[in-house]
């Protein structure tokens, strides 16, 4: 999978700490992530925040005598019984939840947002093609410096014009996203120059080793406003 800077994978004395935080035997590919990439967001779909196991999460969400009613458990009960004593170790930002799971069968379970249908997977990676949002990771630790936005929205207009401006004068290595919201990846800041026509706003995230460079491309960025 592509990387936006540099994957910060997760060394085995986390590792271990991570297999104490459930009761149960974590599955090995979502280990093998964990030290390959580290938390982070896989994007390019609806965005998967993969994170550290949180057996709280569903449960502190919903009611906890009630949380599995959201979704229909008429044909797998068994499922709903291995949820219980599951962890919630991704989320997308359409609201779908990836719980790791105590059963031989199928190690995770997908509780969507929009249906009430749960899903069986015994991999990640069919949940990340599923979901469909294999095409980059994005480290954790990436910051974000936001021009425009909400509260000071630059208008579309304003917004191609800088874009127009910033790939004249720099060069990028990927792109990703919507023609509308294209995200311009930048190695050299360990991340990325976001142009959001449809909010009329500019992201520049970045690693913070690399947090020099950055400020640069804010800069020139601001001193075109």
């Not at 919507?178 to 909010?199: A, N, T």
């Not at 520049?204 to 491309?217: D, I, L, N, S, T």
Request: aromatic share 14%.
């Amino acid at each position: 999978m592509y990387t936006i800077g540099i994957a910060e994978g997760l060394d085995e004395a986390t590792i271990s700490a991570v297999r104490d935080l459930v009761e149960f035997e974590l599955p090995d590919d979502y280990l093998a992530f964990l030290r390959r990439y580290g938390y982070g967001l896989i994007g390019g779909g609806p965005e998967l925040q993969v994170q550290a196991p949180d057996s709280e999460h569903i449960s502190g969400t919903f009611s906890v005598e009630f949380f599995c009613d959201f979704w229909d458990w008429t044909d797998d009960q068994e499922a709903r019984t291995a949820l219980r004593e599951g962890t919630t170790v991704a989320i997308t930002f359409d609201g779908d939840i990836v719980c790791c799971v105590d059963n031989a069968e199928f190690g995770y379970l997908l509780l969507p947002r929009h249906s009430e249908v749960p899903v069986r997977f015994a991999g990640l990676l069919p949940i990340i093609r599923h979901l469909g949002v294999e095409e980059y990771f994005e480290p954790a630790s990436t910051q974000v410096e936001k021009i425009g936005g909400w509260e000071r929205p630059l208008g579309q207009q304003v917004v191609g014009d800088l874009r127009t401006s910033f790939l004249a004068e720099h060069t990028y290595d990927r792109i990703f996203g919507h023609p509308d919201q294209p995200k311009y990846v930048v190695q050299s800041i360990g991340g990325y120059v976001w142009f959001d026509l449809v909010y009329g706003s500019i992201d520049v995230g970045f690693q913070p080793q690399f947090e020099q460079e950055a400020r640069k491309v804010v800069e020139f960025i601001e001193d075109l406003l």
